[in-house]
C-alpha cells in the first residue's frame, strides 16, 4: 500500500480558508466537505484530517497525524512534544493583556495583585512569572473579553489581530506577550517515507511563500541609464535585459521583494524608468 503522509488543518475558524488555500496553492486537490473529517488527496500522498485546533498538538504528538496546521500560540499553549518545521504567514495575531479604557495603565507592575481571565493560561503563567507578577490566573474558555465588564476580571489575556473587538467591548491592549502566526508542526519521529513526502510538501509551501513574497517586474529604461537601474534591481541572478526596436532603450526584467518595493520604484523612476509593469509570481523556484 502507498504510504501517505497525515496532515491535520483546522475543521473550521479563522486557519481553515488559508490553510485549504496552501494546500490547493501546493498543487494539491481533494474535496473538503463541510462535514468531513478526513480528505484523500486526488494528486499527491496526503492524508488531510479536520479538527479542532486545540486538538491539533495532540494529534500530531501521538502520531495520529504526522503533521498539522495550527497557530504558534496554540502550540506554546499545549505544550506537546512535537516540532516546528515552517512558519506559514497566515493567521497572524498577538496574545495581548488588556485592561479597561478608563483605567490609567503603570506598566507591567499594574497586573499585581490582578485578576487576569484568558484561555492561555499556560503562555499567561510564564508570562507573568518571568515578570515576577503576582496575578491571579481566570481559566475560561470563550468570550473571554467580556469578563471585565461582568466583573470575572480586572484584565484579559486574549488574541488580538485589529484591536476592533478590544474597543467594542471598553478594554485597551496594554501589553504583547506573544506574536503569533500559522506554523506547520510535525511528530518527532517521522518514518522514513513520510519525511520523504513532507520535504516535497515543504519545497511547495516554500516556492508558494516565496512567490508571495516577490512581484516579477518588467520596464523600458534608457541604454545610458542601465548599468544604474541594474544596481537596483537585483533579479534572481541578475536582471534579463532585451533590446527594444526603438534604440538606445532597453527592455529590463527582474524580480522584486515585497519589502523594499515601493523604495525600489521611485529610484527606477529616478532613473528614468518608464512602463513598469509589476505582476504577481505564481510559483518561485530557486
Ligand atoms: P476551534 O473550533 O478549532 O477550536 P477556535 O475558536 O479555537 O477554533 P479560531 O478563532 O478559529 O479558534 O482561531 C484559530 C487561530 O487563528 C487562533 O488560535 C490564532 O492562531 C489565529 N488567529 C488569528 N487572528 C486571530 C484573532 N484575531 N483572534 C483569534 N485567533 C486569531
Ligand atoms: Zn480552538
Redesign the pocket.
Known amino acids: 500500500m502507498e504510504t501517505k503522509l497525515k496532515i491535520a488543518i ?7 480558508d488559508d490553510s485549504i488555500k496552501l494546500l490547493k496553492e501546493c498543487g494539491i486537490d481533494f474535496s473538503n466537505g463541510i462535514n468531513k473529517l478526513k480528505a484523500e488527496a486526488l494528486n499527491f500522498p496526503l492524508e488531510v484530517f479536520f ?4 486538538d491539533i498538538p495532540q494529534y500530531v504528538e501521538d502520531g495520529v497525524a504526522d503533521i498539522g496546521m ?5 502550540v506554546l499553549e499545549k505544550n506537546k512534544k512535537v516540532k516546528v518545521i515552517d512558519h506559514l504567514a497566515f ?3 498577538r496574545l495581548s493583556i488588556a485592561i479597561p479604557k478608563d483605567k490609567k495603565y503603570t506598566g507591567k507592575n499594574y497586573l499585581q495583585g490582578k485578576r487576569i481571565a484568558t484561555s492561555y493560561a499556560n503562555v499567561l503563567s510564564g508570562f507573568l512569572k518571568t515578570n515576577k507578577i503576582n496575578a491571579e490566573i481566570h481559566e475560561i474558555s ?1 468570550s473571554v473579553e467580556i469578563a471585565p465588564s461582568i466583573g470575572l476580571a480586572d484584565a484579559i489575556c486574549d ?4 484591536g476592533s ?1 478590544l474597543f467594542s467591548n471598553g478594554l485597551k491592549e496594554v501589553e504583547v506577550i506573544l506574536k ?3 506554523v506547520l508542526v510535525a511528530n518527532k519521529s517521522l518514518g522514513k517515507k513520510q519525511n520523504e513526502i513532507l520535504k516535497k510538501l515543504q519545497f511547495r509551501i516554500n516556492s508558494v511563500k516565496k512567490s508571495k513574497k516577490n512581484k516579477y517586474i518588467l520596464l523600458n529604461a534608457p541604454n545610458k541609464n542601465l548599468d544604474a537601474i541594474c544596481d537596483i534591481l537585483p533579479g534572481m541572478k541578475s536582471p534579463t535585459i532585451l533590446q527594444l526596436a526603438d534604440k538606445g532603450w532597453s527592455s529590463v526584467h527582474s524580480v522584486v521583494n515585497e519589502n523594499d518595493f515601493w523604495g525600489i520604484i521611485e529610484k527606477l523612476k529616478a532613473n528614468g524608468a518608464q512602463g513598469i509593469l509589476v505582476v504577481p509570481i505564481e510559483k518561485m523556484i530557486v
Not at 479538527?51 to 486545540?54: A, G, I, S, V
Open positions: 483546522q475543521k473550521s475558524g479563522r486557519l481553515y479538527l479542532r485546533d486545540d495550527v497557530g504558534e500560540n496554540v493567521g497572524k495575531c470563550g488574541l488580538v489581530s485589529s473587538t503569533s502566526e500559522a
